[in-house]
Structures are given as C-alpha cells and as structure tokens.
C-alpha cells in the first residue's frame, strides 16, 4: 500500500508577467510534485476584449511547460484568461477542490489585483501565503502554535515538509505570563497531540511579547510557519498583529496559514487543540495502514525474523469450535509451520469446550489447554479475555497472534498480515487485522452487514473519549497481535473488553506510532443473535468506563451497574430477567509470581 502525501492537490496560481518560482519551490517542498497543479492566470482589464491576451497566454504555456519540467511536476499546467483573475481563480478552486493554496505576499495581492486582507477573508480553500527566502528543502522549520483556529492547518504543513523534504521540525508553544483558562485549554489539547508525534521538537516559553520571541527563534530556522488571525471586525489586522510583524521582519521565510472559509462567529479556542487532533488520526492512518498483500512474499519475512533472532506463537483462542477448528489449524500448520518457518508453535486455548473442539486440536498436534485450569492460584474466571491473557503463560514466543477460531474463510494472510508490521517496523508493538464482515441473513450474505457492535458501540465511544484512536477501522476485531515485551505490561479484561481494553492501554503507554492496522480483505463467520450484540455493548461500554476512571483518577461506575436488565417475551407477557455482566480485569501478566518464575533462568 503506497503511503499517500499529506496534501494530495496543491493549487499554485502564476499570473503572466510575474515570477512566482518561489511558489514552485515551496509547493514541491510541501508535497510531492506529482500532487502539484500550476493554474496559470492572464489578466485582462475591463471591458478589453479578451481573445487579444491570446499571445501572452501562449507566452504563459510555454513558460509553464518550461517549468513544470525543471521541478519535474506531472500534471499539464492550466491557463485562463479574465478580466478578474481572482474570481477566475476562486471558480476553479471550487471545481477542482484542492487541498491547499499556495500564494506569495506581497507579490499574489500585487498580481491579482486584490488585498491581503480580500485573500484571507475570500480564501475559497486551505491557504498558504508566504514570503520569502524560501529553499528547497529548508532543513529546520519552526511553527508557532497558540491554540488558535488554524492551528490544526499549521501542524499539517509541518508535518508534510517533514515527509516531502526531510526537514526537522520545532513547535514553539507560547502563552501569556497569566494565560487565560480558554488559552491553558487550547494548549492543554494541543500539548496532548504533539506528545503522540515524536518527530517534532516542542519547546515552551511564557510571554506578554509573543512576536519578539517568534522573531528571535526564527533567526535560527530556515521557515516559520504561522496561523493567521481568527479574529473579525474592522479594525482587526488582515493577518493579525503578531503574523503582521512577522511576516515583515522574520530573516526566515515565513508561511502564514489559514483554513478555507470564514471563520465562525464564536470561537472556542477551547476547540483548537480538539480539531488538532484530526491531524494527528490522519498522520497515523496514512502510515499505519497496511494491506495483507503487502507481505505475501513470505521469505522476506522469514529473513526479517532470523536477523532479528525472534520466535513467534499463534493462540488460538475456542469455545465450541468443531465445525471450523480443524480446517484452520490444518491450513495454518501447513502454510506458516511445515512449508515454509514462519510460526514456531500454534497452541489452542480453549475455554472449557462441550463439543469436540479440544479432540479435534489434539488430534492435529496442537497443544491444547483449558484456561480454567491454569494458573489456579489466581482463580477460574470466563470469557475470551481470560483466555487470551493465560495464553500469555504457556506461550512463548517474542511476537504473539490471535485469530479466532470460527472463521471458514481461513487464509495464512490472517498470520503473514498481522506479522509484516511487526517484523518490518521496530517501533510498531500491536497490530489490528480489519476486513470486510458479511452478516449471513437465511442463506444469502449481506455484505459489509457484520461488525454493528463496532459501528455502534466501540467506534462512538472512541471518538468521544480516546479520538486519537477514531482511525482504528475495526477495534474489536478477533484477528491481531503484538510483542510480548508491551502485552506482558498491560492488564486484560477477561470478557468482551479484552479488544478495546489492549487497545486503549498501548495507545496510552506506548503512543499511537506503537500501533497498526493491516487490511485482511474479508472474513466470513457465524453472527452472533442480537442479544449477545446487547451483551457484549454492555461489557465494552464498561470497559471504557474503566479506563475513564483510571484517566480521572475517581470511580464513577457503581457495582449495581454491573448487571443488565434482559428484556423476555412470553406468550401474553414482557418480564425482565437480570444478568450479571461484570467486566472484570486481571493485572499484567509480568506482576503474576508464577510468569515472573517461568521466566527466570
């Protein structure tokens, strides 16, 4: 899966006459040429007719030609002709949708015919006006960020110039000497996105004088990168007083930002550090998504495991499987065990089965153990999260998969998938599998019907509560992995939180670069009755509730709440009927006396 730039059309305007290299260079320093569109613009005066401007629009192709191909740009430069270039560039804007708009100050307000102040209020999509020296690839950018409206604008084209040109990135958090509680808000958001992208250097300061120390620090940069005021009103400054004074006596070039359209009459600033975030999600879904196909070639991965001299176990977690359990150790065993050493043990952990699903396990020569009976000292429980954290025990492998054992589809894109990540990135410590989930109705598959605990129970609750985890496709899905060093750390729920629970905790101990999502095509299984969906809500819901109070530090959900009024029909009658459904958790592993002995030599 080819990872894709930040900004996928940038929009750079040239009008006949005028030299706008620099806004070549910093487009191309910005994304990668392939994603950059000249438009090229001829301005006409009023009520002149427009065919006699066809010479200098031929003059203007060949200039653009010329220029595409020196930086190496893809698409067929675009020239228009009007008597209002501006509006002729808005029109395009509109159809076309680019992502960002690239305009040199003073000169673009110079060449079209219009205020700073027009270009900003007017800005018909993300805009980017900038002034000079601008490089090629400028090594050290720096970006100032106060927690205002376009703050979120700023962050992606940092981040973008760190991807496209390598740069190194500094962000320069300034506020008051007594900040208001609305500024500590925005910073406090703002703080908790940067604390998830390690490649920015954060530095802090507190001041009544913000210009004075952005002007100082950019001595030492090659660009600033700088948000444009969100105030309005006639005596605000088209660019705001500190951009102002900036952008006019900053040594650096210097980029001021603002987000298509106007800004909105009420303002949170506490709402910047919020929008941030969406930066943050995109980032990471760019670069943590991958596709199963990705590393279907299997003897690289089997290279990457022998130089990294690491084992790998697949537990496979059982309760009443014997309809399925067979065929997917049989393909598993095979494909990734005895053709080629990819798996070095496959052990299934059963959850005290009444079918023949532990027979037909040990008949293929898989380890079998019932997860009631181990590690006694610490007491039976039920539920698929226990399973998966006693697997812990009797494995032993550095890296540990989990796929569950229902499927009828089973694929060894199910082990490889989940294992290319890991093997191929040192910083990634869990990986999800997400797929396409069709719902069986009757006989006939409706597809993408399945996954409706995800939709409306775990995807709401993580963009409400853990939005940097919102570009998780599937959080509940059965199919993933990890290294032990990170899993041995994390408590496991023993039910049906297990998935979201994991999830959360690495996101927090670890960051969101630790994790990853691999795309698995599809996975076919039995579907649960609407009321184990019910079930299983409940016991997700309180899971997040959990991991709420530990944030918090307070207990807000009571014991009562740990039951579920079931609703039943009877002939003539409703009644309700009362079902403990207690989402109980068991401590990391590394703290039970019995793994800690395991591993002791």
Known sequence: MRKQSIFQKVFVPIVYGYDFTSSVILACAITDCQNIQVIGLVPVPENSALSGAAVSARKLRLQLQKLSEKHNIHKIPQVFVSSSSWNELKKTIFIEKPDLLVMEWPHACTALGISVEEILREAPCNTALFRGPILEKPEKVLISIRGGLYAELALRLALSLSKTSKSSITSLHILAEQPSEAQEAAYRGLARVLENLPEIERKEIKTNDPSEVILEASQEHDLLIIGATAQRGPDSLPLGSVAEKVIRQSPAGVVIVKTGGAPPTEFSHESAGSTAISVLVDKWFAENTYHANEFSELSHLIRQKENQNISISLALPALNEEATVGQLIELLKYETMQKVPLVDEIVLIDSNSSDRTREIAQNLGIPVFIHQHLLPE??????????????????????????????????????????????????????????????????????????????????????????????????????????????????????YGVEIGLLIDMYEKYGLHSIAQVDLQERIHHNQPLEALGKMSFAIIQAVSRKLEHRFNRSFLEEVNKTMKLIRYAPGRLFLEVEEIAELERPPMNEIPAYINRNTP
């Not at 890296?399 to 989940?418: A, E, M, Q, S």
Request: charged letters at 20%; one cysteine or more; aromatic letters at 12%.
């Open 378 to 495: 610490c007491g039976p429980r039920s539920g698929k999260g226990e399973a998966l954290w006693k697997s812990l025990f009797v494995t032993r492998g550095d890296i540990i998969l989990w796929i569950d054992t229902d499927i009828t589809n089973i694929h060894p894109r199910f082990v490889y998938g989940l294992l290319g990540p890991l093997l191929n990135n040192p910083q990634i410590s869990f990986v999800k599998g997400f797929y396409r989930r069709p719902l069986r109705v009757g006989d006939k598959l409706q597809v993408g019907g399945g996954g409706r605990v995800t939709e409306l129970t775990a995807r709401p609750l993580l963009n409400l509560f853990f939005p940097e985890l919102s570009g998780i496709v599937q959080p509940l899905s059965g199919e993933y992995g990890g290294r032990r060093t990170a899993l041995e750390n994390l408590p496991f729920f023993s039910g």
